[in-house]
């Protein structure tokens, strides 16, 4: 029951954002009585940290094969989980940050230890491989990147009734991309655009 607590609650904060589901809102979804969630959880707070630590940023390897090279790397693989994140209530991390310091505190660090370490490894291997220009600063690139996509999910600047968030984000990566790549990690992404539309 308490998994099942947690999936649905973080499916209804991706939709609706976390301040505007309350607990009688899950409950009611679930078809359970609020008694039942209090059983499992003290409050929403504890409610919103376990999801945090169990579902969003439980620790995982990203699914990359020894053959992909760094360009195919960032714009497939990692291209596909940031796309997950596109899809919150544009309002999920702003309610995480104000009222679930707690749990923002773990997607805080999950984001520094694994989000831009991943992004900052890329870089280091296309650098390496000569993919990507040879005179980047990983680690400012890395959290330069990452700020980009938060202004996309998470400012007023792309407000949703009037930007597709995912055709914001798609323009943002191809733009990104193509500004460090040298010839021929651009050959590379060619290839990839030729075969994919994830770009």
Not at 22 to 43: C, H, P, V
Not at 77 to 85: A, E, G, K, P, S
Not at 93 to 109: M, V
């Amino acid at each position: 029951m308490k998994e099942r607590i947690l999936t649905r609650a973080l499916e209804l904060f991706i939709k609706q954002g976390i301040k505007s589901t309350s607990m009688d809102d899950i409950a009611q979804d679930l078809g359970i009585s609020k008694k039942t969630i209090y059983r499992w959880f003290e409050n929403k707070d504890q409610l919103v940290q376990e999801l945090l630590e169990f579902s969003l940023c439980a620790p995982c390897e990203v699914n990359t094969r020894s053959e992909e090279n760094a360009v195919e790397e960032f714009c497939v693989t990692f291209n596909h989980q940031i796309q997950n994140l596109i899809k919150f209530h544009s309002s999920f991390f702003n309610d995480l940050k104000k009222y679930h310091p707690s749990a923002h505190q773990i997607w805080a660090g999950f984001k520094e230890n694994n989000i831009i370490q991943q992004f900052r490894a890329n870089l280091q291997k296309g650098i390496q491989a000569g993919l990507y220009q040879q005179d980047l600063d990983p680690d400012i690139l890395a959290r330069l990147y990452i700020g980009q996509l938060e202004t996309i999910y998470t400012s007023d600047l792309f407000p949703p009734e009037q930007f597709n968030r995912l055709q914001v984000y798609k323009f943002n990566l191809r733009h990104f991309i193509q500004s460090i790549v040298t010839p021929a990690g651009q050959k590379y992404l060619h290839e990839i655009l030729a075969r994919t539309c994830c770009v």
